[in-house]
């Protein structure tokens, strides 16, 4: 080690031993480090700057910037290279400033490089090396961090992301969006005229539902499903759009479907094969599903604001939704007073070299040009994935950033029920905090 990173870690003992010991064990030598000069000089770690390499206070007085003006307590996600903590120190506004460690041996090279001992000593700062499962506010992120943190740090890169990139996301969900205008237009009829899905919950009240994405894992469990949906007793069984095909190709026959997506069209769904399958569909759902589903259909909106004025006419459920048919579907079990829910194919992440279940090219007909079109994008954006998430084995597995975003929302769902137990029927896909693992036993 550096002299620098003795004088700094000299400091770090005295305040934080727990930290100091974990410092002294951690090695760096697998990273990737490079110092890279401009008008000043910054660390790049695995091809990411921790910084700015032409102004890096300016870049760090940005960031300081979007505080609210009031607060005295501050927390910081990341080091970077130390610039934040040190331009909040000379702020006598912030009497309390949390810095949360998102990566020990990035912290540790920065420390062997770098003079840090003036924030490290200031009697304002706690370090910390465990953020909360939840997030601090107000609070400041070192952004090129998050694309660097520690495993046991994914779930809070995961949130920061999510709230980083919120105003970016909201604008695929404006009220004014052409596509969703027409589809309320074109649904209007049967939106008038279909029965409220609200009305389920006084037929269908259960004790125990299973719920079935089209995630990888579902491939795990065909057979599983099929000798449980044969039992007279069985749990009941609400799926996702997209998992109706293979469901329906392996003699599995769900209680309930529920499809949101203004792209799901025809070709995804076997909607010859959907007679006695209950439908519960959202407004932006395209017109050809409905004509053709042979099934009863009974409508439900989100909460959002795009269905505010739809609500007041036409008074419909409102199911939890933040960019997956997954939420709905289990928002729509706990409403039907589920106390357990089994997470089958629920991944958020591309296990098995899979972005869904059944869904592969050899499956579809030459002449289906759009299904066919379908999959090879989708297939097309599991290979170019670069995010990642722990499966149930603690291993990393590819996803994208929706994907972890859906995760994450739906972790903050299920720690607001805490009266239903919830499980995962499998470890390959994510590890989704709030479930336990249960394995399948016909």
Sequence with gaps: MTELFNANLNIISQRWPIIASALQQVSFDHLDAALVTGQTQTISVNGIQLSSRHDRLAEAQLLINTLPKEPQEVNVYGIGMGDVP?????????????????????????????????????????????????????????????????????????????????DFANKKHQLDDPLTQERFKCNEERIVNDPDAASLINTLRVNEVIVIGSGPSLTEHYEYLKTVSQRSNKPLMIAADTALKGLLHHGIKPDIVITVDSLIDSYHLPLEDTNGINLVYFPKTNPRVLENWQGPRFVAYGQDARYNELAQRYPKLRLYISGSVIHPVIDLAVKLNAKQITLFGCDFGYCHNMSHAFWSTDRIKPEDDEALAWVEAIDKKRKNARHWVLDGHGNRITTDLNLRAYLRYLELYIARHPEVAFYRASLSGANIQGTRYMEPNA
């Design 86 to 166: 040190s331009l909040l120190i000379d702020n006598p506004q912030y009497t309390q400033i949390n810095i949360f460690i998102l990566n020990l041996a990035v912290f540790a090279l920065v420390l062997s490089y770098t003079d840090q001992s003036e924030w490290l000593s200031h009697s304002n700062v706690r370090l910390r090396i465990k953020p909360n499962s939840l997030l601090n506010y107000p609070y400041v992120a070192i952004t090129p961090e998050l694309s660097i943190c520690d495993e046991e740090n994914a779930r809070v890169r995961d949130l920061l992301t999510i709230e980083l990139n919120q």
